[in-house]
């Protein structure tokens, strides 16, 4: 399995002086953490669309292999409620494109008084590309049933696993891919190599993990660091 590990942003100035250099400049930081971790989860993407010339100067900054994971726009989960009313979510898919191979899974985040409704999920289910790979975060519990799961599992769409404070959703395979989102404030080393062996338990071929980046700590990249060092084999003598 391919396990892509990485935090929710990068450009946080918190992080100076343990995952960044103290003196690193903010146009520096994507480059370093590249160097670092091997993806990243872009949430400002829910509140505006990143200009393609910004997406080019991502990619260009990064090696081959990494990607990013944006979060589609909130006028397709929240405003629209996964409904094709405006064509925002063609508009957000040709948008992101740009970043080529280096253009991870999408998120898509629904909002919690959003609840289950399956000719709704089944029509967007049918607008998205079946060569695009969509995640969807469910935060309302009439979601978690066995004929969403079967609908998610028809058009090879994640369901977004999320361990928080407050609780965790399902850990439902549901594609041949898989998507965690570890919100919790913080990761003894003992939950971290906990999930390191659900993770690896799982059926899928790769997988998408992002720590809670913590704007006041550099607690998430280490978190991110420490889970990514725990999933990857030993190099051989």
């Excluded at 899928?204 to 700590?217: G, I, M, R």
Aim: hydrophobic fraction near 40%; glycine fraction near 6%.
């Amino acid at each position: 399995m391919n396990i892509l590990v990485g935090t929710s942003g990068w450009s946080y100035k918190e992080w100076k002086g343990s995952f960044y250099p103290a003196d690193l400049r903010a146009d520096d930081m994507l480059r370093h953490y590249a160097t670092r971790l091997p993806a990243v989860e872009i949430n400002n993407s829910f509140y505006r669309i990143p200009k393609e010339k910004v997406l080019l100067e991502w990619a260009e900054q990064t090696p081959a292999g990494f990607r990013f994971v944006l979060k589609a726009s909130r006028r397709i989960t929240h405003i629209s409620r996964l409904a094709d009313e405006d064509g925002s979510l063609a508009y957000f898919l040709r948008t992101v494109n740009v970043l080529g191979e280096k253009l991870g899974p999408t998120l898509f985040q629904c909002p919690p008084s959003f609840k289950k409704d399956m000719a709704r999920l089944s029509d967007f289910l049918g607008r998205v590309p079946r060569t695009w790979r969509a995640a969807l975060e469910f935060r309302h519990a009439s979601w978690f049933d066995d004929d969403v799961y079967q609908a998610l599992r028809a058009h090879d769409v994640a369901l977004v696993a999320v361990d928080e404070d407050e609780g965790a959703t399902p850990l439902v395979p549901t594609a041949s891919w898989g998507y965690l989102r570890l919100r919790r404030t913080g990761y003894a080393d003992d939950a971290l190599q906990s999930w390191a062996g659900r993770i690896e338990g799982q059926p899928w071929k790769e997988a998408f993990v992002f720590l809670k980046h913590e704007e006041d700590s550099a607690a998430g990249p280490a978190s991110a660091t420490r889970l990514l060092a725990l999933l990857t084999p030993p190099a051989s003598s």
